[in-house]
């Protein structure tokens, strides 16, 4: 007995030790190349195993494998796929994956992508797969709404109205770029999300670059910077179909194919996607086709060329106007009412849409001159077609006539309109719809020199142009019923018999140039990176009216007024050990008045040619963190915003108009911002984000001269109050927290909470002519969302299933507000969020 039991632990040993030396070890650090930095959740898995770890916030990992000769592989979206061959225990060392996208390594240096724990500035970076998992059937900035300083909402609620601001911001003043290419309106600097409708579909990475950014052209953001990267082709044959489905009607789909890097230096990438639904908000059906295709060719090793097209044709209906809140209350509809609509012989009929296709295409050239210096320059071009709906004549549309609503704040009579401009017959409509058109030529080059001085120096230096044609008419698009619109607004045609697509009310053009220059000097040595950058622009301004003035009038296209612009940015980061780093930044420039704000009286002859430059000051501090299982950074900022352009313009007793010129009209953006990451197990990430502001109007302004059109003063000057009133259209405290648990290697669970509070509602400041209140302040709120992902095998074929719950306790809450009389909610205007809302998707990859 005393033998068998000897020879049965002997037997246990020997298995033990056979399993235990079965097993080995693999450790590693893994980076990415195009900024050196380590690549947190990055998959290893042994092959042919379910085994498998992913990498911490410093890019480690370690993984007991079940056999001590094996492989295993390494994986991260957007990265090519690196297998290692395993005998005994091993570690890999750095391991350097590379994009799997042919150039993007080129582009990403174009747009100016920040680099961890180098870079001094505040900078946040969603990645596709987190976008991909984030947006659903949201607006494409509702996806940076858990980012510090950002206030995104879906605005009026139609496809693609989604506004963005950032530190108190709005987009005006907060530069958008997509591969490194500014997309911002060159007359008023507004971004319309709805002209890149599908662009979260061929985005690669999006960085939030808050304050000075480390944009190297000369783009003087005042918020921040928007750094949008999209796909370039894949280094690999593949592509992928997939759908969305979701809430009131919402269908998409889509398929991208690459064909991978040939023998000969050549891929290719192309994707498409249709999608169409019935909108959350009454009256706002949409419908898209957006496109995307790459063209890259490597010639050499020293010349790389690559060709993108891509843009969206999309119309959709509107909500453009906000109600009182007592308002949304009396419909039976509630948050979703929408009085810009109705029926018109049974058919949908939007008073107020939006309609416009604005194709991107680009060439980008990039040139290795030799080991220490390279060239990339990209041309690009932008044709955009379209504009927003409205009425013109007698006004039939007003939402509390009962005359010409079906029911009490119900849709619009069209039926009973289009009868009455029948009846008139011969005499014309009296109400008709036409469309505000916005259509404009853009031509640009951007060219980007960087060189090495030495192994620690190195020189930036790039010119910037710009040429901008914007065409700004209005076209009649529904006589509803009648044989003409009578329109007497063109001096060369006065009686304008007009018939659908005439134009009518207006027609000019907008002429901006533009041409900027920067020079950066960037040092690295050790823990210590530096950089420092002067920037200098042109801006001219020209005005062309084919309405107003005769052909033969000299005075049909105004003189061009030039803006001379410069700014200067310095910073430094210096990481103290593996774990701590600090950073500090300092910048000053100047920025043009816009386009309107220089012709604020819509003519040739009264032109504000006294218009300030605006000039921004703005210092950071910042302070991060790197731990095994803590990422975290905190941020202190101070902008102080002068000469914010202010005109104001009304008629005067005479038919005539006069203006203002506001000057001195000063803000203060100043807060602190935080936001963390940590990776509580294997399986559970903890995602967070505060950002407190205190963003308020400086001073007072006083003697305010009124002039008239002869510019000879009149009546008595008008004060101005806004001293210490805060700043409107954006929560100046918001607070994010969320969970990610992976339930298995293949299911991902997320749930997200944002809290918005202290925002308060929008006013314009040049209105505020006597001592009042500050504006109304929204009530807080807080909102929670998830989603899930499932990835799994269909045949021989990768595929996930994505489904996301958006608002999920259906919280009712403000998110839009614009201050009325007397301050408070029962004057003040507004949009209401969205409710409870839900989208299910498939991709299959192959």
């Known amino acids: 007995m005393k033998n068998k039991i000897q020879i049965m632990f002997f037997a246990v040993a020997l298995m033990f030790t056979a399993f235990t030396m079965a097993q080995s070890t693999v450790t590693g650090t893994v980076l990415d190349s195009e900024t050196k930095t380590p690549l947190p959740g990055v998959n290893i898995v042994e092959?042919?195993?379910?085994?498998?770890?992913?990498?911490?916030?410093?890019?480690?990992?370690?993984?007991?494998?079940?056999?001590?000769?094996?492989?295993?592989?390494?994986?991260?979206?957007?990265?090519?796929?690196?297998?290692?061959?395993?005998?005994?225990?091993?570690?890999?060392?750095?391991?350097?994956?590379?994009?799997?996208?042919?150039?993007?390594?080129?582009?990403?240096?174009?747009?100016?992508?920040?680099?961890?724990?180098?870079t001094p500035v505040a900078v946040s970076t969603l990645r596709a797969k987190e976008i991909e998992l984030k947006l659903g059937t949201q607006e494409f900035p509702e996806v940076l709404k858990s980012t510090p300083g950002v206030y995104a909402t879906k605005s009026g609620g139609g496809?693609?109205?989604?506004?963005?601001?950032?530190?108190?911001?709005?987009?005006?003043?907060?530069?958008?770029?997509?591969?490194?290419?500014?997309?911002?309106?060159?007359?008023?600097?507004?971004?319309?999300?709805?002209?890149?409708?599908?662009?979260?579909?061929?985005?690669?990475?999006?960085?939030?670059?808050?304050g000075l950014g480390a944009s190297k052209v000369a783009v003087p953001s005042v918020g921040g910077t928007i750094n949008i990267i999209t796909k370039t082709t894949d280094i690999e044959e593949g592509g992928n179909v997939y759908t969305t489905l979701g809430n009131d009607g919402y269908k998409k789909f889509?398929?991208?194919?690459?064909?991978?890097?040939?023998?000969?230096?050549?891929?290719?990438?192309?994707?498409?996607?249709?999608t169409d639904g019935d909108g959350y908000v009454d009256g706002t059906p949409f419908n898209a086709i957006s496109y995307f295709i790459n063209l890259s060719k490597e010639f050499n090793d020293s010349h790389k060329l690559s060709f993108t097209a891509f843009g969206a044709k999309q119309r959709h209906g509107q909500r453009q106007n906000s109600h009182l809140i007592s308002t949304f209350r009396e419909s039976e509809r509630g948050k979703k009412y929408n009085s810009d609509w109705g029926y018109k012989q049974g058919q949908l009929t939007s008073v107020e849409d939006n309609f416009y296709h604005k194709p991107q295409i680009s060439l980008n050239h990039y040139w290795t001159i030799d080991d220490?210096?390279?060239?990339?320059?990209?041309?690009?071009?932008?044709?955009?077609?379209?504009?927003?709906?409205?009425?013109?004549?007698?006004?039939k549309f007003r939402f509390d006539d009962d005359n010409y609503r079906i029911g009490n704040l119900g849709t619009v009579d069209f039926d009973k309109i289009v009868a009455e401009n029948?009846?008139?017959?011969?005499?014309?409509?009296?109400?008709?719809?036409?469309?505000?058109?916005?259509?404009?030529?853009?031509?640009?080059?951007?060219?980007?020199?960087?060189?090495?001085?030495?192994?620690?120096?190195?020189?930036?230096?790039?010119?910037?142009?710009?040429?901008?044609?914007?065409?700004?008419?209005?076209?009649?698009?529904?006589?509803?019923?009648g044989q003409y619109y009578l329109d007497d607004s063109n001096i060369n045609n006065p009686n304008n018999?007009?018939?659908?697509?005439?134009?009518i009310l207006y027609d000019n053009d907008g002429k901006v140039g533009w041409l900027g220059a920067f020079a950066q000097l960037e040092y690295s040595k050790n823990d210590i990176a530096a950089f420092l950058s002067l920037s200098a622009s042109n801006t001219s301004y020209q005005r062309v009216d084919r309405f107003l003035y005769l052909d033969s009038d000299p005075l049909q296209e105004s003189e061009k007024y030039n803006f001379f612009g410069f700014g200067a940015k310095g910073g430094a980061n210096y990481n103290i050990d593996a774990n701590h780093n600090v950073f500090a930044n300092l910048g000053y420039f100047e920025r043009a008045p816009y386009f309107n704000s220089v012709f604020a009286n819509r003519n040739n002859v009264d032109v504000n040619d006294e218009a300030e430059n605006q000039k921004i000051l703005s210092f950071e501090l910042g302070y991060g963190f790197r731990g095994e299982k803590l990422s975290a950074n905190i941020n202190l900022y101070h902008t102080t915003w002068k000469d914010r352009t202010e005109f104001i313009s009304f008629p005067n007793q005479a038919g005539g108009r006069d203006f203002a010129?506001?000057?001195?009209?000063?803000?203060?953006?100043?807060?602190?911002?935080?936001?963390?990451?940590?990776?509580?197990?294997?399986?559970?990430?903890?995602t967070g984000m505060a950002s407190i502001g205190d963003w308020r109007w400086q001073n007072n302004i006083e003697d305010v001269q009124?002039?008239?059109?002869?510019?000879?003063?009149?009546?008595?000057?008008?004060?101005?109050?806004?001293?210490?009133?805060?700043?409107?259209?954006?929560?100046?405290?918001?607070?994010?927290?969320?969970?990610?648990?992976?339930?298995?290697?293949?299911?991902?669970l997320t749930v997200d909470y944002n809290y918005f509070a202290n925002l308060y509602a929008d006013f314009d400041p040049s209105n505020r002519q006597t001592v009042g209140p500050d504006a109304w302040e929204v009530p807080a709120y807080g909102i929670f969302d998830t989603a899930i992902r499932h990835g799994f095998k269909f045949g021989n074929f990768d595929a996930t299933l994505t489904g996301r719950i958006n608002n999920i306790f259906n919280t009712e809450y403000i998110s839009d507000a614009f201050d009325g009389n007397t301050s408070t909610a029962t004057t003040a205007r507004v949009y209401y969020g969205f409710g409870r809302t839900f989208s299910v998707g498939a991709k299959l990859n192959f």
């Open 422 to 481: 029948e009846a008139l017959g011969v005499n014309g409509s009296e109400s008709i719809l036409r469309a505000s058109r916005n259509d404009h030529n853009w031509f640009g080059v951007l060219s980007s020199l960087k060189t090495d001085f030495s192994e620690n120096l190195v020189f930036l230096g790039g010119l910037d142009f710009r040429s901008y044609l914007g065409k700004h008419f209005t076209e009649l698009t529904d006589l509803l019923g």
């Open 372 to 395: 220490k210096s390279s060239l990339s320059t990209a041309a690009y071009v932008s044709f955009g077609t379209g504009g927003g709906g409205g009425f013109s004549g007698v006004n």
């Open 159 to 210: 496809y693609g109205d989604g506004r963005i601001n950032l530190r108190g911001f709005n987009s005006e003043n907060v530069a958008v770029m997509i591969n490194g290419v500014p997309v911002n309106d060159m007359e008023n600097g507004r971004v319309y999300w709805s002209n890149w409708a599908g662009l979260g579909d061929v985005t690669s990475s999006m960085q939030v670059q808050r």
């Open 661 to 686: 010129n506001i000057l001195g009209v000063n803000a203060i953006h100043q807060g602190i911002e935080l936001d963390f990451v940590y990776k509580a197990t294997e399986k559970f990430k903890l």
């Open 47 to 118: 092959v042919g195993t379910t085994n498998g770890t992913s990498t911490d916030f410093d890019g480690n990992f370690s993984l007991t494998t079940k056999s001590t000769t094996t492989k295993v592989v390494l994986s991260y979206v957007g990265f090519l796929d690196k297998e290692f061959e395993i005998t005994g225990n091993k570690n890999l060392g750095e391991v350097i994956l590379e994009p799997s996208e042919f150039s993007l390594q080129e582009v990403s240096i174009i747009a100016s992508v920040a680099v961890d724990r180098k």
């Open 497 to 503: 018999f007009a018939q659908v697509g005439d134009k």
């Open 254 to 274: 889509g398929l991208t194919y690459s064909t991978g890097l040939m023998e000969n230096g050549f891929a290719a990438t192309v994707s498409a996607s249709k």
């Open 706 to 748: 009124i002039f008239n059109e002869e510019n000879e003063a009149v009546g008595d000057p008008i004060n101005i109050f806004i001293k210490d009133l805060h700043v409107g259209d954006a929560a100046q405290t918001t607070f994010a927290l969320g969970g990610n648990y992976s339930l298995t290697p293949e299911t991902t």
